[in-house]
């Protein structure tokens, strides 16, 4: 059964950092292109970074370039994401999810999209406030 669990976000202050986890069970984590996904109130859900199973390209989103960073650790069958200089308009519930789509993200983000979403975790609340 795969299955995946976000932990890691909480209450942070304006230029804050915190490490999201997504532990992987059922499946190998390496085998899966698999991203972030943030979610406002009142918005859509949109592709913060997503990372390709097939040569290892990563995409992020225009909005969090620079600041976050995604990484895997296969040994320990987790998917990370770094967010470093945190700001109010990164609050969201951010998920991790496994895509359908299996090539690269050398050549742009349109498949880092909830669209091609297969398997989804529960999601996590991060929340960017003095």
Known sequence: QVQLVESGGGLVQPGGSLRLSCAASGFTLDHATIGWFRQAPGKEREGVSCISKS????????????????????????????????????????????????????????????????????????????
């Open 55 to 130: 040569d290892g390209s990563i995409y992020y989103a225009d909005s969090v370039k620079g600041r976050f960073t995604i990484s895997r650790d296969n040994a320990k069958n987790t998917v990370f994401l770094q967010m470093n200089d945190l700001k109010p308009e990164d609050t969201a519930v951010y998920s991790c999810a496994t895509l359908y789509y299996s090539g690269s993200f050398s050549v742009g983000g349109v498949y880092c999209s909830a669209a091609v979403g297969s398997a989804w975790g529960q999601g996590t609340q991060v929340t960017v406030s003095s």
